[in-house]
C-alpha cells in the first residue's frame, strides 16, 4: 500500500517534464555508445523518465535524435550571426562560422563517424527542420538593400549556399590533408561564397 502510494505520488505528467531534460539525456546516451545502440528505454531511463512518456511525444529513436539535432542547430545558427560591413559580407561570413562549428559539434562528428546511415534521408530523400530553418535564416541574410548582393531568386540562392555549405561541413575533414587544411578550404569557401553573392 506504501509502495502503491509512493509510485504514484512519483509519476509525472508527461507535459511538464522539460524537454531539455530528455534531449540532454539523449545527448549523452549518443556521445557514449553512438546511435544504433541507444534504445527508448536508455534514453527513458537516462532522463529518469517514463518510457509511456517518451513514446506521448516521439515514436521513436530517430525522432528523438531528430529534434535533439534540430535544437543543437538552431542554438549553432543563432550564436553564429555576424554583423559585415556589407549585408554580403555578414552572409558569407555568417556561413562560414556556422560551417565551423557544425563541422565541429560533438553530436555531428559521432553520427558521421559512428552512424553515417543516419544523415542519408536527409541528404536524398527529405528535408530536416533544421535544414528548413538554415534556409529561412539565409533567405534573410540574401534581402538587403544594401545592394552588395547581386539580384536574383533569393530561393534559389539560399539553396545553393545550403547546398556548397553542407559539402564542406560532412566532406572537408575527408579532403583535408598536408597540401590543403581545413582552414584553407574555409577560405576557399568564403572566396567561392563572396564571388557568388558579389553582384
Do not use: C
Not at 109 to 136: H, K
Request: charged share 25%; aromatic share 4%.
Amino acid at each position: 500500500m506504501v509502495s502503491q502510494h509512493r509510485n504514484a505520488s512519483e509519476l509525472t505528467a508527461a507535459n511538464a517534464i522539460p524537454e531539455d531534460q530528455i534531449l540532454d539525456a539523449t545527448y549523452d546516451l549518443m556521445l557514449a555508445v553512438g546511435l544504433r545502440r541507444v534504445t527508448m528505454a536508455d534514453i527513458a531511463r537516462q532522463a529518469e523518465v517514463s518510457r509511456a512518456t517518451l513514446y506521448r511525444r516521439w515514436p521513436n529513436v530517430s525522432a528523438v535524435v531528430g529534434e535533439l539535432l534540430t535544437r543543437e542547430f538552431a542554438s549553432l545558427a543563432a550564436s553564429s550571426a555576424v554583423e559585415g560591413a556589407t549585408a554580403r559580407e555578414g552572409v558569407v561570413e555568417t556561413v562560414v562560422l556556422l560551417v565551423k562549428r557544425i563541422r565541429k559539434h560533438p553530436l555531428l562528428r559521432t553520427i558521421a563517424d559512428v552512424d553515417p546511415d543516419f544523415l542519408l534521408p536527409y541528404l536524398l530523400e527529405r528535408r530536416g527542420t533544421s535544414t528548413t530553418a538554415q534556409l529561412a535564416l539565409l533567405d534573410a541574410g540574401l534581402a538587403t538593400k544594401d545592394r552588395s548582393i547581386r539580384r536574383g531568386n533569393r530561393a534559389a540562392q539560399a539553396r545553393a549556399i545550403w547546398l556548397i555549405a553542407s559539402s564542406f561541413v560532412l566532406s572537408a575533414p575527408v579532403l583535408a590533408d598536408r597540401k590543403a587544411s581545413l582552414a584553407s578550404l574555409d577560405n576557399e569557401l568564403r572566396e567561392a561564397l563572396d564571388r557568388y553573392l558579389a553582384p
